[in-house]
């Protein structure tokens, strides 16, 4: 059974660049989740998809977004990227919305920006 | 708004020592806690899921609990071996308005040495 597959796994891009994440969840799993881990603010979580639908958001900035396809399939989208964008980007699958299902995580997409 | 605080941030024990990880939350009003374990540079691997309902978890030689009462959550690893070193992150899901939110711990760095 394939796990999250987070693509690209390392990027580098420059400040105003843009920058599109994409995550793959587990066969069967129609919430996708995105979440920023830094050394200082550590993991903070950025929004929840279900069913092609957001049904959470944390407290960024709108220059990041994101979509998910009808085949569960999420993207994430940093525009006008800055230097303290740069982070780990981790997402997560589960079956349901509700926060009662296990999260499986993938390996993360680590963007440097310069 | 919750706030996760784990205790000790790092530690560092010789291999098979029992030893305790510590939890807390600020809002005692948690659908569930999970924990986590996160090898250097990789995703997150699902440990613990307790319900808000459950006292305690077990699998293999760990061991989580749960007091709701008193926002604190402990991780219990039995006899430990140098491959559990790793970070151990706490996460609780809580409502957060309309929605639900998951919210981390900075997490505990555990060193364990042969």
């Known amino acids: 059974k394939a796990g999250v597959t987070q693509t690209p796994r390392y990027l580098i891009k420059t400040r105003g660049q843009q920058v599109t994440l994409s995550c793959s969840p587990i066969s069967g799993h129609r919430s996708v989740s995105w979440y920023q881990q830094t050394p200082g603010q550590g993991l903070q979580f950025l929004f929840e998809y279900f069913s092609e639908t957001q049904r959470n958001k944390g407290n960024f900035p709108g220059r990041f977004s994101g979509r998910q396809f009808s085949n569960s399939r999420s993207e994430m989208n940093v525009s006008t990227l800055e230097l303290g964008d740069s982070a780990l980007y981790l997402c997560?699958?589960?079956?349901?919305?509700?926060?009662?299902?296990?999260?499986?995580f993938g390996a993360g997409s680590r963007l440097t920006v310069l | 708004k919750q706030e996760v605080t784990q205790i000790p941030a790092a530690l560092s024990v010789p291999e098979g020592e029992n030893l305790v990880l510590n939890c807390s939350f600020t809002?005692?009003?948690?659908?569930?806690l999970q924990w986590f374990r996160q090898d250097p540079g990789k995703g997150l691997t699902s440990l613990l899921l307790i319900q808000s309902s459950q006292r305690e978890q077990t699998s293999g030689r760990l061991n989580a609990s749960l007091d709701k009462s008193s926002g604190r959550s402990t991780l219990y690893i039995a006899a430990s071996q140098p491959g559990d070193s790793a970070t151990y992150l706490c996460a609780v899901w809580s409502s957060g308005g309309s929605n639900y939110k998951l919210t981390f711990g900075k997490g505990t760095l555990l060193t364990v040495n042969p």
């Open positions: 997560a699958s589960s079956l349901m919305v509700s926060g009662a299902n296990v999260l499986t």
């Open positions: 809002d005692s009003a948690i659908y569930n």
